[in-house]
């Protein structure tokens, strides 16, 4: 459906992430080894932190990732330590800048990979579900909005995990309640700034692809001549759609049904089980 990136460490470009790598998220915008489809090219977004004001800076486009001039300028001059990406292959929501991801809200950013099936007959269930004082900020159409929004709803600022848990439970539950047997397929990203927290399920048990990077200095040992491995911080973290470079052990599959939390250096994975909040 889409492919995403997000990358915490030191400060880099945007250029670093973005149009670098050999299999960079430019490039898999024309051609994705591992997507749903080869090509995402309904629109993209980059979300970043500089530290200068608490929310974070977004750029969002419906122009093809590798059509876009704007986002090689801009991507020449922004630098940041935790950084979202996307590009996006519509699932049948209009192509607009509004359906672009990440999401925005205060010092949060959102993202996601796959499908709410049967959308537009649970569409009206789920988003009476979400806070009133959120409702308003639903600028969109896509499922992955609304899945963010109900996360804000069931306290992502507090317990992510246990937040995006509620949403996917609302989303299974409405959803066999109207006889879709597979609700939720993807892989969820949020942030505040400072964690990631990276999901990986699917009702059906056979998630989107996700993968996160091999410890840093374990690399830098492994090719030592690999210039572009030994540049990298210790603290880099990339939690990827599909792997940026082929190097053999550079990358770990995220296992199917997890969260993935990353602070720092440190990473903690969890097992993740949706729970319909109760009324």
């Known amino acids: 459906m889409c492919r995403w990136l997000a990358y915490s460490g030191e400060p880099v470009t945007l250029d670093d992430l973005l149009y670098r790598p050999t299999n960079s998220l430019v490039l898999q915008s024309l051609h994705s080894h591992l997507g749903a489809e080869p090509t995402n090219a309904d629109g993209f977004g980059v979300g970043w932190y500089d530290g200068h004001v608490p929310e974070p800076g977004v750029f969002r486009s419906i122009e093809p990732a590798w059509n876009d001039r704007n986002l090689r300028e801009l991507a ?42 049967g959308f537009p007959a649970i569409k009206r269930d789920l988003q009476l579900a979400v806070d009133p004082s959120l409702f308003p900020q639903i600028d969109g159409t896509t499922d992955s909005e609304t899945v963010f929004h109900l996360a804000l709803t069931f306290g992502l600022a507090d317990d992510p995990p246990a937040a995006m848990a509620a949403a996917v ?101 969890r097992p993740f089980v949706p729970r319909a909040p109760t009324a």
């Not at 964690?195 to 690399?219: C, H, K, M």
């Not at 210039?227 to 599909?242: F, G, I, N, W, Y």
Request: hydrophobic residues 40%; glycine residues 8%; proline residues 4%.
């Open 76 to 117: 020449r001059h922004v630098r940041s330590d935790l950084v979202f990406a996307h590009v996006r292959a519509a699932g049948g929501s209009p192509v607009q800048q509004t359906n672009c991801h990440p999401f925005r809200h205060e010092r949060w950013l959102f993202m996601h990979n796959g499908t709410v099936d």
């Open 169 to 269: 439970g609302l989303v299974e539950q409405a959803g066999r309640r109207h006889g879709v047997e597979f609700p939720f397929q993807g892989t969820l990203a949020a942030t505040d700034g400072n964690r990631i927290w990276a999901v990986r399920y699917s009702s059906e048990g056979r998630s989107r692809t996700l993968f996160r990077n091999a410890d840093v200095s374990a690399l830098k040992a492994h090719y030592p001549e690999n210039l572009a491995v030994q540049h990298l911080s210790d603290d880099t973290r990339l939690v990827v759609s599909e792997p940026l470079e082929d190097l053999r052990g550079a990358w770990l599959e995220v296992p199917e049904a997890s969260c993935l939390v990353v602070e720092g250096m440190d990473e903690e994975l």
